[in-house]
């Protein structure tokens, strides 16, 4: 799929600033692309289903800037990475915009030069597995091979630039043959994970504790962005069962133990961005969206503290901005969409809400 | 006055019944979901209006269906297409197929319109409600055969048709179409948005059993004197 680059032109909806880095207030509302060239390498697995194809029909990938990813963003910006690390929230309404400003961050985050850990959605790993292995690395825990070497394979596309830097500082044995090494680089023990698909839970494992360890280190130091979609997936409930049909624990899944190993503030030189989602959740009421309802008291404690972000709705500037963007590529095409009544009947049906705003110009 | 309006205004039975028949007495008016008709002031209605809004205010009136909107994307015949697509009375899945089909249609169209040269783009139709009428134009049929007997023999007799039963029979068709000849595994919109748009461009099945059709009535033209109306 090849997204076009466009000649600079001005317009109200857009700026030619595509750098997160020096975006500031006087952007907010306005549209800008992400260079094709990027888009691949940053983004494998983290947007959402219809922004891809809005992506492929428009043959760009647009974001808009909005407060909150402005906010985060100068919020990581200034924090001090000696510290341990904080832990940012999104939260918000369904459709809001919260995985959209996740992936503004994280593509900040690229463009810095960071080692992006971006999981796309964390419910993804608590449901629809259908092959669960008995862990052989600890007894009463569950592999899933599948969504493990998925991940790995996307890690890969996205951070192939640092595989080579980083080397292992402990040596793994995965079976009675084959061990990997200590100071072999971080790219050979990847690799081993998409090939031996039995074995890819532990090596992710693996992978979260090297980065862990590596991450503020002062010597080839670099940064670490943690990026969960979905995060009250991982303190809930799970809709796996047992071969004797028991509920399966989250706590009892590999994938899921290491992942809140490394949203626990104890390591250094970092950032743990998280986006809450009631979407697909399991087992969470509908109107449910603030932090308290949706993590649980489990999740609750263990990500406090943290630093809350709240996602709304479109303001008015914003709406506009999306309205005439959908204008100038040719999304609206019923007549009446683009008068006033049109404006204000539209305006009425989707409350300014994004995702419901986008599905309604889909069909109008 | 009370005894005489009260006599009016119980239920009704009509004195032939029709095949499809409202219960409603037809003393009852329809009413008028259209914004434009209200905003009109006072001075600038015609004598005509005057007296329908006169009227208006003293008989009742019937209750709006669910299907009419004073939206301004409205459409009635997309109306009428998604009441002819409905199975066991589910508007909600069928009206979800067809708003699926326009966003499927309109998802194609910018598509090509955003990867054409400068020159090509102009010819592009990204409106999906504009490739909807005009596929079902393109499918209209415009003479019809109507089985006659004469003389103990059955004929079938080339006729002229209502506009009403044209596009009834656009309609139908397209939908029986996407409905038998549809691979297993490919949804109802996608083969409905393949077919809306073939047949805007006057190729597909739909459009061929439009030509067979006149091609039926042109070989039958040696009976047209059979009908008498």
């Not at chain 1, 400003?101 to 959605?121: K, M």
Request: glycine residues 6%; hydrophobic residues 35%.
């Amino acid at each position: 799929m090849e997204l076009e680059t466009r000649p600079e032109t001005f317009s109200i909806f857009r700026t030619q600033e595509n750098d997160p880095a020096c975006q500031s207030e006087q952007h907010l509302g306005q549209y800008y692309t992400v260079p094709p060239s990027h888009f691949h390498t940053v983004f494998p697995h983290g947007l959402p289903p219809r922004y891809q194809q809005q992506v492929k029909t428009f043959n760009e990938g647009c974001v808009m800037v909005r407060q909150p990813a402005l906010e985060l963003i100068s919020h990581l910006k200034r924090a001090d990475y000696s510290k341990p690390t904080l832990r940012y929230l999104l939260y918000g309404v369904k459709g809001s915009g919260k995985t959209m400003s996740l992936c503004h961050t994280v593509h900040y985050c690229s463009t810095q030069g960071w080692l992006v850990l971006h999981i796309p959605d964390a419910h993804l790993w608590v449901k629809n597995c259908k092959e669960l292995l008995p862990s052989s690395y600890h007894a009463s825990r569950f592999d899933q091979p599948i969504q493990a070497s998925n991940w790995l394979r996307n890690f890969r596309t996205t951070n192939e630039h640092f595989l080579s830097k980083i080397k292992l500082r402990q040596r793994y044995v995965w079976t009675k043959r084959e061990s990997t090494e200590e100071g072999r680089p971080l790219g050979e023990l990847v690799d081993m994970g998409v090939s031996r698909v039995k074995s890819s839970s532990d090596v992710v494992g693996a992978v979260l504790k090297e980065l862990r360890l590596q991450a503020g280190g002062t010597e080839g130091g670099f940064r670490l962005a943690v990026a969960v979609d979905g995060v009250n997936g991982l303190w809930g409930r799970t809709t796996l069962k047992k071969e004797d049909k028991s509920p399966v624990a989250p706590e009892e899944l590999t994938l899921v133990h290491n992942l809140r190993k490394m949203i626990n503030n104890d390591w250094c030189g970092g950032a743990v961005i998280a986006t809450l989602s009631q979407t697909g959740s399991l087992y969470a009421p509908s109107s449910a969206y603030l932090p308290q309802e949706l993590l649980g008291e489990e999740g609750f404690d263990s990500m406090d503290p943290f630093v809350p972000v709240p996602v709304s709705l479109y303001s008015e500037k914003e709406f506009e901005s999306c309205y005439l963007y959908y204008l100038d590529r040719h999304w609206l095409q019923h007549s009446h969409s683009q008068t006033e009544e049109g404006k204000k009947e539209m305006i009425f049906l989707s409350n300014r809400n994004p995702s419901v705003l986008e599905r309604l110009c889909a069909f109008l | 006055m009370s005894a005489s309006i009260t006599g009016l205004l119980k239920p009704w039975t009509p004195r032939l019944f029709l095949v499809r028949w409202s219960r409603y007495n037809p003393y009852y008016l329809e009413p008028e979901p259209r914004k434009e008709v209200y905003h009109i002031p006072e001075t600038e209605l015609t004598p005509e209006q005057k007296e329908e809004r006169e009227l208006k205010s003293v008989r009742p009136i019937k209750a709006a269906t669910n299907s009419v909107t004073s939206s301004v994307f409205n459409d009635p015949v997309l109306s009428k297409f998604v009441n002819m697509m409905m199975k066991d009375g589910d508007k909600i899945i069928a009206k979800g197929i067809i708003t699926q089909t326009l966003e499927n249609m309109k998802r194609k169209q910018v598509e090509k319109y955003h990867k054409a040269p400068e020159g090509k783009k102009a010819e592009i139709e990204c409106n999906p409600y504009a490739i909807f009428h005009q596929a079902l134009e393109n499918c209209k049929p415009v003479i019809g055969l109507a089985s006659i007997q004469k003389g103990g023999k059955f004929y079938q007799v080339p006729i002229p048709l209502t506009d009403n039963r044209r596009r009834f029979l656009a309609m139908k068709w397209m939908i029986t179409e996407c409905r038998d000849n549809k691979h297993r595994l490919t949804l109802m919109y996608e083969k409905l948005s393949q077919e809306l748009l073939a047949a805007f461009s006057k190729e597909g099945n739909v459009v061929k059993r439009k030509h067979e059709l006149h091609k039926m009535a042109e070989s039958n033209r040696a009976y047209a004197h059979y009908r008498w109306w």
